[in-house]
């Protein structure tokens, strides 16, 4: 008789009961140690792709008054605002939107703050960069990173800041830095990107030291051949930082721009990267008339070398400090030339000129960079005030003559005029 095969040995209630556990124990374990678990969209993601709760929440930012990350103050990590949204303010917010995202030691999250307009469908420009994470007035078709969180209150956007970045048309600088006053916190640090100076009773005044003053912070700056619809398409260019004392906060600075198609490099002289950046843009205007006059390549060279040099005197004249060094760096003789080969104070110069100064800068600026801002003509107009109240007119017939031919005082081919001449001072540096 064959032996009966054995039953399989039955299992306790008790058992069983503590099977179920253990296996329950094992799926909770798997899903909190899943990491779409820590995004919250797990479950979401088991639901079908048609379902309206699948959103994805990566590809449209939703403006808040509160940070994207939930961390609380005192801050580990260091939370940077950009206060501006032009074309370049928008490059810089993707520049440094793309690097906070890897460093560890940046909050992933940038604020920008945007001078609010209406556009004319109607809508806000902050609502729509925050929909489409795209400056569709400023810098169309570019998208700005998703971490870049668009804020039209000044004092929300700087209040949890501990770096700030200046980029807005140095007019607007001085209403911006009067709402920021004790707005800010203790412990921040600024940087400009402002290309431009305010002249006051006592003088001239560069934006950053406006800054610092106002708002009794440390400001570095940051100048250079810098294009911004060329860094925007991340083609290859170089920028300098300019700092006064403290080196490990340049560096900062340097590891929050620098990218491989943007090279930064640091020099301890503050006032000689900002002015070369702020004296390029009159040096522009005259290239641009040149160029309007179709007077040649021969003649631009010209014009951008004995621009260069009364650059290099103006600024040793205001600050003895000021090394040589500085006009061989990117905020020196690189952004001249990019300035008045490819720049809007180029441009609009080159139509001023074409249209014998009969239609004025304020109007072509309008009607050609359509809300962008030029910086040549009012940065002419405020470098002739300083130049005439310290009786430096004749030393400096480049930039004298910019201002005069910008007010219609004097035509446009007069930009070449004064050099046939022999000059009757020379340059003392
Ligand atoms: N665009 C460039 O290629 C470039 C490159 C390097 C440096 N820069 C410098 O950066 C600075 C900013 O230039 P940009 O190109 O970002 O600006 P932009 O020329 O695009 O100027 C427009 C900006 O000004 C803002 N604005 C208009 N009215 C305002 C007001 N009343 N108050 C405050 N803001 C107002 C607009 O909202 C917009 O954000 C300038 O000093 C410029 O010289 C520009
Ligand atoms: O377009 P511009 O003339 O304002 O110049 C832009 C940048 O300053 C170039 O570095």
Redesign the pocket.
């Known amino acids: 008789m064959p032996s009966p095969s054995p039953s399989p040995p039955s299992l306790s209630p008790l058992t069983l009961t503590a099977y179920i556990y253990i296996l329950l124990l094992y799926i909770y374990i798997y899903i909190y140690s899943t990491p779409p678990f820590y995004s919250g969209y797990f479950f979401l993601s088991l639901l079908p792709s048609s379902s309206s709760f699948m959103a994805p929440p990566a590809q449209e930012v939703q403006p808040s008054s509160t940070p994207i990350n939930d961390e609380q103050p005192p801050f580990s990590k260091s939370r940077v605002t950009v206060i ?7 490059v810089a917010s993707k520049l440094i939107a793309s690097n906070t995202l890897t460093l560890p030691s940046f909050h992933d999250e940038v604020r920008m703050w ?2 609010e ?1 209406t556009l004319p469908s109607g809508e806000k420009l902050t609502e729509v960069i925050n929909r489409t994470n795209e400056n569709v007035k ?1 810098l169309p078709g570019i998208k700005l990173g998703r971490n870049v969180v668009a804020d039209p209150d000044l004092e929300n956007a700087v209040k949890d800041a501990n770096m700030l970045v200046f ?4 007019q ?1 600088m001085e ?2 830095c009067r709402s920021l006053v004790g707005k800010v916190r203790e412990d921040v640090e600024a940087i400009s ?4 100076m305010e002249v006051k009773m006592e003088g001239p005044c560069m934006i950053s030291t406006l800054i610092s003053q106002q708002l009794g912070l440390n400001c570095c700056v940051l ?1 250079g051949a ?4 060329e860094i925007a398409v991340e083609k290859f260019s170089e920028a300098t930082v300019g700092y006064k004392g403290n080196r490990e906060i340049a560096e900062k600075w340097v590891q929050l721009f620098n990218t491989p198609y943007f090279m930064v490099t640091a020099v301890q002289d503050v006032e000689g990267v900002e002015l070369c ?1 702020t004296l390029k ?1 009159v040096v522009a205007i005259a290239a641009g008339f040149v160029d309007g006059l179709e007077m040649g390549n021969n003649t631009k060279a010209a014009i951008m070398r004995i621009g260069l040099r009364e650059m290099k005197a103006f600024s040793k004249l205001l600050f003895s400090s000021v090394k040589d060094s500085t006009f061989f760096e990117s905020c020196g003789v690189a952004d001249l030339i990019t300035t008045c080969l490819g ?2 104070n180029r441009k609009v110069a080159e139509a001023f000129a074409k249209n014998g100064g009969k239609r004025s800068f304020d109007e072509l600026e309008a009607e050609m ?1 359509r ?3 030029l ?1 040549g003509v009012s940065t002419a107009k405020e470098l002739y005030e300083v130049l005439s109240h310290r009786g430096w007119l004749e030393l400096f017939p480049l930039f004298a003559t910019v201002h005069e031919i910008c007010i219609g005082r004097l035509p446009p081919s007069a930009i070449v005029e004064h050099f046939g001449r022999k000059p009757k001072f020379t340059l003392p540096i």
Do not use: C, D
């Open positions: 501006g949204s032009g074309n370049w303010g928008s945007v001078f307009e400023y980029v807005t048309p140095h607007f209403g911006i990107l402002i290309k431009g100048m810098n294009i911004a619809n950046g843009n720049g809007r960079l809300g962008q801002k910086q």
